[in-house]
């Protein structure tokens, strides 16, 4: 019974939970087309949560970064793109609040 | 794949493991921590597989419907962890030049081993709760420990896995506690059960290395591919449940048990050692069956699969 090796494709699979969520990656699987792919990832995998919405796509058909990018990612860390700078705020208010400034006091 | 690495690669990797990142499959790796992954996950992977086996036996038997449906829920959630880590698996193997099928021929050669609990009879419906309650109790102690793994992949699949192993112990807890909780003769085929299974619980984590670990246990701590020792592990299995063992009623079979106060551990008769190698070997009671059936099922399935890789 050993003949040729059967080959199939790596899919990657993404699903949502809940029609506001986002679709998100799951697992990979082997599968020889996208309807044998959706099949497998449902009654292999997702059988036990409660699914909204399945994407099954092939691996090769991914534009991806790799070890080089994610090295790069790590570094950008700008702080002014980030609320976490503007904390301070939330205490400026509290202080308005309790003594609000007036025209007079602008000047 | 180079056999020699250049040492500055090799430094500069171990010290992402000394930062606590995670490796991911497209991350350059040292040869030697590949084939450490390799080992631990298509061993993890085909465990999974062959671990479906024993309680699938119990399907048919099941004594109600309820109990039927959750056991087949539980034996196809097995086989999903599997195909969940073969992947992973066929990853680390495929700039190797192998894929699953490679895999599947060495489980069959006997060249891939499958975890020690799989090659033990269930022949009771005690030994179906026994299982799903302190086998996959021990396995998620494991697996808990796995989490912190430095392989992305490995990791990414045991969050699954460990919840829905949650979800087993408790299908188990459940059969257990109602034969603790039934007729004479329940509680005796419970009580036979754990006595058959102990041995098998006591070898699940492997022999304490301390004294003189092993290359592979060494070489796993240090890629933090594990953070704990086999008797790191077998102590916190046997902290967590031998209460609630007791609390059934139940009496596990070594008069020697005990919690060492002053030494902060449990004192517990060694397995035999010897008879757990010959196990993991091929030669425990249930092994060369349960190969034979997944063989058959493989070959006979050939077609199939063949079938469906044509559709391309």
Redesign the interface.
Known sequence: ?DGE??????YEVFAQTDPLGPHQH????????PE?AMALAQE??L??REIYSIWVVRRDQIVKS??KE?ERFYRLKKSYRLTEDYRYLADKWRRYRQAPMTPETMV | MTTREDPDRLEAFLARIDRGERI?A???MPDDYRQQLIRLIAMHAVSEIMGALPEKEWVPKAPTLYRKLAIM?KV??E??HG??LM?VA??LVAPLGK???DLLDDLFSGRLKFHNVFHMPAPTWADAGIIAWLVDGAAIITQGMSLSSSYAPYV??LQ?IVE?EG?HIQHGESICMALAEGSASQRHSLQAALERWWPALMMFFGPNEADHPSSHQKANLRYRIRTKTNEELRQRFLTKYVPRIRSLGLVPPDPTLHYDAEQGRWIYQQPDWEWFRRIINGQGPASSARLTLKRLTY?EG?WA??A?????
């Open positions: 019974m090796r059967l080959t199939f494709d790596v799951q697992f990979s699987l082997l599968a020889s087309s044998m292999n995998f059988r036990r790799g070890p994610r | 991911e497209d991350d350059w829920a196809q959630d086989i999903g195909q969940l992947r066929e990853d894929t699953r099928e990414r699949a699954r829905e979800f070959e050939r699969r063949a469906l890789a044509q559709g391309r």
